[in-house]
């Protein structure tokens, strides 16, 4: 079966500082593509960054960045410079079959002033 | 440029009840996603309708069905509602449903079931 795992149910991290949230995936497949949503308390899941698995170069949003390491299966968000509009569930997510999703536990993101 | 939108925002129904929920897909969208979202889990796939047809199911029982309609627009329906329905209903719609194609998701329906 293809899992999706986000080890931390919680981080905590001061306003301005670096966080890194953690997911690790299983898959036998060697070409895929991998998700963060982030999901605020408003509840609208919203896409942060996605990544290409044949691609080596980490994908790069604005303040968000991925630490791909595919033989590891191992996709980690870096969030840089935390604003507290961050503060939110992320998910990582894995598409199996076409664009269908499979969703981690989640991670609760709390910024703190 | 319209995101996508669900109707109702919130819903209660009692045990043995039938419910729709509905879901209107982003402009230039052709495929629609379900996702069921128990409190403080993550997503889990329903079902995918594709230009009006299934094309994909998670482990659901059947009393989960779908209707994609010409517009794209989509509905849930759920028969025989049991206690663990009760969760947020999450529509994402895409172009197509490929591995890279990627989704995107509307506010969600509340549905609590006593």
């Known amino acids: 079966a293809q899992t999706v795992t986000q080890s931390q149910p919680e981080m905590s991290v001061q306003e301005a500082e670096t966080v890194t949230l953690s997911c690790t995936y299983d898959t036998s497949e060697n070409n895929y593509y991998l998700f963060w949503y982030k999901q605020p308390p408003s509840r609208q899941m919203i896409l942060v960054i996605r990544q290409e698995a044949y691609k080596q170069q980490n994908a790069t949003e604005n303040r968000f960045s991925v630490n791909f390491q595919k033989a590891a299966k191992s996709f980690s968000l870096k969030i840089s410079d935390s604003q507290l509009g961050d503060t939110a569930m992320y998910f990582c997510a894995f598409p199996p079959y076409g664009n269908k999703l499979v969703f981690g536990a989640g991670t609760i993101l709390r910024v703190k002033s | 440029e319209t995101g996508v939108t669900q109707s109702p925002t919130h819903l209660i129904k009692t045990r043995g009840q039938q419910v729709t929920l509905r879901c209107s897909s982003q402009?230039?969208?052709?495929?629609v996603s379900w996702y069921q979202q128990a409190l403080g889990q993550g997503p889990q796939f329903i079902f995918q309708y594709y230009r009006e047809e299934e094309n994909g199911r998670g482990n659901f029982p059947p009393r989960f069905s779908g209707l994609q309609f010409p517009n794209y627009s989509s509905e849930l329906n759920v028969n025989a509602l049991e206690l663990d329905d009760s969760a947020l209903y999450l529509c994402a719609s895409s172009f197509g449903g490929g591995a890279g194609e990627t989704q995107y998701f509307g506010p969600g329906t509340r549905l609590l079931v006593l």
């Open positions: 402009s230039g969208h052709n495929t």
